[in-house]
């Protein structure tokens, strides 16, 4: 596929995608919603591929928002449309990724770009960063599972009050309460996240991916995220990755997992 609206890289096992509408602050816009779903999912069949980090072009913005232009105009169905299409096609497959995604936040992550961030499974911010969910403004509320995202990470009185007062708080404030890992000056933000991403690659890739299911499942309705741990640590048992493990402790040496 031909990107027009993102700048891909892979650099040893990791998949760097860029937002690139510098001009736009990097505004989703639906092409590169439908971009982001494309890159996301083929990085899932590619063995090359191993965690993902997500930053926006630019030195002012991660996401400023979606393109309100697009749906300045829509009705009730299309709006059901618009978020339930973002929410499973974009959203919900990077939180269900089970190759570990860090957002690299560079400036401003506003409405859906804070959003894209919360689907991320680990946040790291510029301290220039500004972060907020800004819709009650124009008459909406987060449609890309913002409500449900902000409140679990920071619980119902913050995000309540981010979201019913559509103020932007700063990286420093967003690492108080638990928005993002980490706030780090902006030189350091893509080696920071790609630090971090390279520590988690060393792990077990199947590990990996079985704790991510297993948290998501205790934040999923209907789901008990206890029964799942169990499935999950049990499966464990029949890889040659915990046997790789268990032998690499007795023998006092980095294992070599092979995703087996």
């Known amino acids: 596929m031909t990107y027009q609206n993102l700048l891909l890289k892979i650099k040893d096992g990791i998949l760097f995608i860029t937002i690139n509408r510098e001009s736009k602050l990097n505004a989703l816009n639906k092409a590169t919603l439908g971009e982001l779903h494309f890159a996301v999912t083929d990085s899932f069949h590619d063995d090359s591929v191993a965690g993902i980090i997500i930053t926006g072009a630019g030195e002012k913005a991660f996401v400023a928002g979606a393109d309100i232009s697009e749906f300045s105009d829509f009705n009730e169905d299309e709006g059901r449309n618009l978020a339930r299409e973002g929410q499973t096609k974009v959203f919900d497959v990077i939180q269900n990724s089970e190759k570990p995604v860090i957002a690299a936040i560079n400036?401003?992550?506003?409405?859906?770009?804070?959003?894209?961030?919360?689907?991320?499974?680990?946040?790291?911010?510029?301290?220039?960063?500004?972060?907020?969910?800004?819709?009650?403004?124009?008459?909406?509320?987060?449609?890309?599972?913002?409500?449900?995202?902000?409140?679990?990470?920071?619980?119902?009185g913050k995000a309540l009050e981010m979201i019913l007062t559509a103020d932007m708080i700063s990286s420093e404030e967003a690492y108080r309460i638990g928005l993002v890992n980490y706030s780090v000056p902006v030189a350091e933000l893509l080696p920071k996240a790609e630090e971090l991403l390279q520590k988690i690659l060393k792990r077990s890739p199947l590990a990996i991916g079985a704790a991510i299911r297993a948290v998501n499942a205790g934040l999923t309705d209907g789901v008990n995220g206890f029964d799942q741990e169990i499935q999950e640590f049990s499966s464990c048992f029949g890889t040659l990755d915990y046997q790789e493990g268990i032998l690499a402790f007795k023998e006092k040496r980095k294992p070599d997992f092979r995703k087996k």
Do not use: M, W
Not at 117 to 136: F, M, S, T, W, Y
């Open 107 to 156: 400036g401003f992550a506003l409405g859906g770009g804070l959003e894209l961030a919360l689907a991320c499974h680990i946040r790291i911010a510029a301290d220039n960063a500004k972060l907020g969910l800004p819709e009650v403004s124009l008459g909406l509320i987060p449609g890309y599972g913002g409500t449900q995202r902000l409140t679990q990470l920071v619980g119902r």
